[in-house]
């Protein structure tokens, strides 16, 4: 994986990307007991961005070069699947800008907070993301005053009650 | 639910915490191993759809590394 973040890191030098941060399924696991995940979910903001039509494709023309092959959304840099998500809508550009910075392997990175995260999961609501957010309570890794405060702004309250009162 | 199995789930609960107080490096090592038996597991034809996605293929895990 630090191979493959090393890539993400030069584009971001390069000025492909902007900020970036890990979330989804790998994002979770530096929070939670370690899972399978085939790919990495990075939420960038995209500062040179195409036309609204392929968005992906400045990304797409730096990296196919250096090796990276599509695959459907995704691509493969690396040995792991990469797939590269627009920080859009108020959650998660708040998700993106409070991004932690860590080191995977000494290479440095930034993944979203353990709030912003089970957040994002519940907004998504997906089964898979709701056994996320079942997964943080569980385990109990996660801040409930910070996420109090995320879910009450950003009008989530009402989807953590039902998944919280269970 | 018999204790028992309660203390099963419980033991189960009280590794998983464990799991996750490691560094994440600790954690990249044990997801890679989950990682290469997934593949390993899907490349077995009794595993395999008819149309199996390229992410399982041997294809797709030697052309990119």
Known sequence: MEETLKIINKMQADGILGKYAIGGAIGASFYLEPTSSLDIDIFASFKEMGSSLDPLRPIYDYLLPLGARPENEHLWIKGWLVQFLPAEGGLCEEALSEAVQTTVRAVPTWVMSAEHLMALALKLGRHKDLARVERFIEIGSYDQSKLDDILRRHNLIDKWKAISDK | ?65
């Open chain 2, 1 to 65: 639910m018999s204790e028992l199995m309660d203390k099963i789930l419980a033991d189960k609960l009280a590794t998983r915490k464990q799991l996750a107080r490691l560094p994440f490096d600790e954690k990249l090592a044990i997801m890679e191993k989950i990682r290469s038996r997934s593949v390993l597991l899907a490349e077995n034809s009794l595993r395999k759809p008819k149309s199996a996605p390229l992410a399982f293929s041997s294809k797709a895990n030697n052309i990119h590394d």
